[in-house]
């Protein structure tokens, strides 16, 4: 599981105004990363999620077979299922299925919840959205998630970037993970702390991100955006977003030249007001930032039908 499925599964608990409880599926390291994000971590196991007693299970996994174990376990203990997925990978028979990733706006068979406008993002995300001309004018956020490929990732854009745009202030955010921070050129940093990323990605004047959820938050921001694959499965969903007008697609973060490239592109968005403009309305036209409170909806009406007393209703 990437912390991505973990920052949307906190986003969604701060909807529903429950606690954030994560049956996680990760190492050690993992577990300990995701306890320092404020959640409590329960064992993956049916015996864990019986003791716990569910009034309703999320199940956020991008593997078909973990999501199907996932399905089961709830399922043994007569537990109502809503399941969240991107591009309708590993899905699963739940009572309600979420996909915001479909972007032609048409409901896939078997999808209940589809489209951007379920997109689930902090709620208190959007109150940080500042106009383009209050933003840090050459200021660059990279933010690729929260693994440890950020380190090395991050370290090769900020030197592509400041070896063409020596004025830029480059900003990198180091993730989750442990180890050594690599050397950035100067005029680059690296973020202080995770907590820091929402209002950096608010006030930057361009963000270069990952395909993940930082994407969709920088659209709800307004955010000029260079988006980079990290992974194989974020390669369509940037090209979705990019084909919609939103983001400028950057290619893959490991192919030779992306460093070169996504300088370029940072340095037609710092001169191209119209154009950002147009791209960031469109942005904001697909992803506003109110999808957790859409599908929190959904979810206590879900528990409901169940019979169940759900406590947030």
């Given at each position: 599981?990437?912390?991505?499925?973990?920052?949307?599964?906190?986003?969604?608990?701060?909807?529903?105004?429950?606690?954030?409880?994560?049956?996680?599926?990760?190492?050690?390291?993992?577990?300990?990363?995701?306890?320092?994000?404020?959640?409590?971590?329960?064992?993956?196991?049916?015996?864990?999620?019986?003791?716990?007693?569910?009034?309703?299970?999320?199940?956020?996994?991008?593997?078909?077979?973990?999501?199907?174990?996932?399905?089961?376990?709830?399922?043994?203990?007569?537990?109502?299922?809503?399941?969240?997925?991107?591009?309708?990978?590993?899905?699963?028979?739940?009572?309600?299925?979420?996909?915001?990733?479909?972007?032609?706006?048409?409901?896939?068979?078997?999808?209940?919840?589809?489209g951007p406008r379920f997109t689930v993002?902090?709620?208190?995300?959007?109150?940080?959205?500042?106009?383009?001309?209050?933003?840090?004018?050459?200021?660059?956020?990279?933010?690729?998630?929260?693994?440890?490929?950020?380190?090395?990732?991050?370290?090769?854009?900020?030197?592509?970037?400041?070896?063409?745009?020596?004025?830029?202030?480059?900003?990198?955010?180091?993730?989750?993970?442990?180890?050594?921070?690599?050397?950035?050129?100067?005029?680059?940093?690296?973020?202080?702390?995770?907590?820091?990323?929402?209002?950096?990605?608010?006030?930057?004047?361009?963000?270069?991100?990952?395909?993940?959820?930082?994407?969709?938050?920088?659209?709800?921001?307004?955010?000029?955006?260079?988006?980079?694959?990290?992974?194989?499965?974020?390669?369509?969903?940037?090209?979705?977003?990019?084909?919609?007008?939103?983001?400028?697609?950057?290619?893959?973060?490991?192919?030779?030249?992306?460093?070169?490239?996504?300088?370029?592109?940072?340095?037609?968005?710092?001169?191209?007001?119209?154009?950002?403009?147009?791209?960031?309305?469109?942005?904001?036209?697909?992803?506003?930032?109110?999808?957790?409170?859409?599908?929190?909806?959904?979810?206590?009406?879900?528990?409901?039908?169940?019979?169940?007393?759900?406590?947030?209703?």
């Amino acid at each position: 599981m990437g912390f991505g499925h973990v920052v949307r599964s906190r986003a969604l608990a701060r909807a529903i105004g429950a606690p954030h409880v994560v049956a996680l599926r990760g190492t050690a390291a993992t577990a300990g990363s995701v306890r320092a994000m404020g959640a409590t971590v329960i064992a993956r196991s049916p015996d864990a999620m019986a003791a716990f007693r569910p009034e309703v299970v999320v199940i956020d996994d991008p593997s078909a077979s973990e999501a199907d174990r996932a399905m089961r376990m709830a399922r043994a203990i007569a537990v109502p299922v809503a399941s969240v997925h991107d591009l309708g990978l590993a899905h699963v028979a739940s009572d309600l299925v979420i996909d915001a990733s479909v972007i032609a706006g048409l409901r896939p068979h078997g999808v209940d919840l589809a489209g951007p406008r379920f997109t689930v993002l902090d709620p208190a995300l959007i109150r940080l959205r500042v106009p383009q001309r209050s933003r840090r004018p050459d200021s660059v956020l990279i933010a690729l998630g929260g693994g440890a490929h950020v380190l090395r990732y991050g370290s090769t854009l900020a030197f592509g970037i400041c070896d063409a745009l020596p004025a830029a202030r480059v900003v990198v955010a180091p993730g989750f993970a442990g180890g050594a921070r690599p050397v950035l050129p100067a005029g680059a940093a690296w973020l202080p702390e995770p907590r820091a990323l929402p209002r950096a990605l608010a006030r930057c004047a361009v963000a270069v991100v990952g395909g993940g959820v930082t994407v969709a938050e920088a659209c709800a921001l307004a955010t000029p955006v260079v988006a980079v694959a990290v992974v194989p499965a974020q390669r369509r969903t940037i090209q979705q977003f990019a084909r919609a007008g939103a983001v400028i697609d950057g290619g893959r973060v490991d192919a030779p030249g992306t460093a070169r490239r996504v300088a370029a592109a940072v340095a037609r968005l710092f001169g191209a007001a119209p154009h950002v403009r147009q791209m960031t309305a469109r942005a904001r036209g697909l992803v506003d930032g109110r999808g957790a409170s859409r599908v929190a909806s959904a979810l206590t009406d879900l528990a409901v039908r169940d019979g169940r007393s759900w406590h947030a209703a």
